[in-house]
Every structure is written in C-alpha cells, then in structure tokens.
C-alpha cells in the first residue's frame, strides 16, 4: 500500500531547486522510480513506499540544508547531493570550504591564504581587520561572509557601510535623492551583493532593511545587534570616526574592517584611524588583524606586479608623493 508526505519549500523558492526548466525535477524523479512526485506552488508530494519517502525525506532534508547555507543548487550540484549520504555532503562542502554559491551557480570560497585566513578569523573573533591591497579581495570575501551569516540566520541584517571621503561626507551637494547620490559610491558592494542573491531579493531586502548601505556618518549614535556589518575602505576614515563606529556593535554582532593603508584619500594632516587602530587594538581579546598582500591578488596578473613594485619603491611616508628630479 501506498503512502503519501508533503514535503515544504518554507523559506525557499522553489525555482531555487527546480531551476527555470524541469532538468532538476527531472533529477529528482529519476533518483526515486518508485515514486510520484508532485510539485504545486511551495509544496512536494511525494506518493509510493513508505521505504521510499523516508530516503527521499532524508534527501530533502539535506537540499533544504544545502539551499539555507549557500543559496544555490545547480543540477550538477543536486546529482552529487542525490548520490551523497547527508553527512558525506556536510563533510565535503566543509573540506571545500564553500561558503556559498554565485547566481551562476559557482562555489564562492576563499582563494588565497590570506582570504582563508579572514574566514578563520571571523569564526573565532567578533571583530576582525582586513588590510591589503587592491584585488586581494578582503571586501568581496567580507561579504560573502555576511551574506552566508544571514543565510543561516546568525544574524538579522546585513550593513554595509563605507567613509564618504570624496563626497566629503556632504551628500547634499549631489544631484538627486540619498540613494541616488549614494548608489555610485556605494557600487562595489553592490556588485559584491547582487553576484551572491538574486537582483530581486537584494532590492527587497533594502527596502526591507534587511540589507542597509550608508556612510559612515549614518552610523552615529546606533546600536548595531544581531547584525554583520562591514566597514569598507577603512583607510579613509579618521581615528575619531573609527571609534564612533567600532562602538556600535550590540549584541550577536560580526564586525569586518577592510582597507588598504597604501590609498588615503584623506585630507593633508589628517591621519587615517585604520592605521591607528592597529596599535590601539593590537592586544584587545575577540580582535584579529588579518594582512594581505600581493600573493592574494586575483585580479590581472600586472595588477600583482603594480603592488609588489610599489612595495618596494623607496618613499617616506606611503601618502607622500615621490621626490621630484631635476630637470
């Protein structure tokens, strides 16, 4: 006799499984002959052998897990869940170290030493400092982290914020309204955001607050709980602003500093609180300091080569220009 389970999609799409086509369903189908399944709105029927429906609820189960931790199931990802015991999975993704999927259905993970190193970090810290240059990608991996927190609801929300240095943090000057004279400046993580969730649920998460983009000097006076915030381009903050920040972190909070001290773009005499801070918090406990360098570049191989000239280049103070030659 025959035995019947409705199975839920909860707080997933269910196209997050099946894909636009039918080739996941098709998987699934094929993975279990001896049952009828039955996809309506956001539930699956299962029908056939008991037997059958409790391996194919163990399955579930596991995509489920594998949707809420990385957002994305390829069919090539599906047919190696549909192949794997629940814990192999686990065990897998782990020594992989995923940390969740790209809307094209690529394992984002840390590629360098030192991006691994940030992911370690974060683990066992509440507040950690990334510094290193451009195309180390200390901010695109600050975010992955965030958004693989929210995923697997260790935290609300998701804040970005950075220090409005070229706006002069004097936004009213820029033609339109805060979003539209925020969005530019604000792009980068944007891009970082929308290659990790769909268009459509970052825009929803922002009108819902879930994901909030500012400047540093929207932070003012705040308590951040239950939140993973990212300050980016650090370097251009004053020491002052960096404390006004780092004291917003309430309760079950993650806070990641990113910044590279080599491009201040701070006015002549003021000094950069992401330098600064390094001395102050060196030995502070639940504090890390995580240092990139070229090796973790992985943009175009001359762009490693500009920084490892630059590092070597004989200058003063990293903000002064070179001395000039006679002519």
């Known amino acids: 006799m025959n035995s019947e389970r409705i199975f839920t999609f909860l707080r997933n799409d269910p196209r997050d499984i099946f ?14 002959p001896r049952l009828k399944l039955v996809a309506r709105g956001d539930e699956m029927k299962a029908i056939g052998p008991q037997c059958d429906i409790d391996h194919f609820g163990a399955k579930w189960d596991v995509l489920i897990w594998h949707l809420e931790r990385y957002g994305k199931l390829s069919e090539e990802e599906l047919g190696r869940l549909l192949r ?31 991006q ?10 509440d507040l950690v400092f990334a510094i290193g240059p451009a195309g180390s990608g200390k901010s695109y991996t600050a975010v992955a982290l965030a958004v693989r927190a929210l995923k697997e609801k260790r935290v ?18 820029l033609p339109g309204d805060l979003k539209e004279k925020l ?25 819902k607050g879930v994901i909030e983009i500012a400047p540093l000097a929207f932070m003012r006076g705040r308590t951040l709980d239950k939140a993973f915030v990212i300050l980016d381009e650090a370097q251009n903050a004053t020491t002052a602003q960096m404390k006004m920040f ?82």
């Open 156 to 173: 609300q929300r998701i804040v970005l914020t950075r220090p409005a240095v070229e706006a002069g943090e004097n936004l009213g000057f």
């Open 116 to 125: 691994q190193q940030l992911v370690d970090k974060i683990e066992e810290n």
């Open 246 to 327: 780092l004291t917003r972190m309430g309760r079950r909070a993650k806070f990641i500093v990113t910044g590279d001290i080599t491009q201040v773009d701070l006015p002549y005499r003021q000094t950069s609180g992401l330098r600064t801070i390094q001395h102050i918090l060196k030995d502070v406990q639940g504090v890390a300091f995580v240092h990139l360098t070229a090796d973790d570049v992985i943009r175009h191989p001359v762009v490693k080569r500009v920084i490892s000239a630059f590092e070597k280049a004989d200058l003063s103070h990293p903000d002064a220009p070179p001395p000039s030659t006679p002519a």
């Open 183 to 207: 969005d530019p400046y604000m792009q980068p993580l944007y891009d970082a955001l929308t290659d990790m969730l769909p268009y459509e649920k970052v825009a929803d998460h922002l009108e």
């Open 84 to 114: 794997e015991e629940g814990d192999q999975v686990k065990l897998r993704l782990e020594r992989e170290k995923v940390l969740l999927y790209s809307q094209h259905g690529e394992p984002i993970r840390a590629r360098t030493k030192g």
């Open 19 to 32: 894909g636009t086509g039918n080739g996941a369903f098709e998987q699934l189908k094929t993975a279990f």
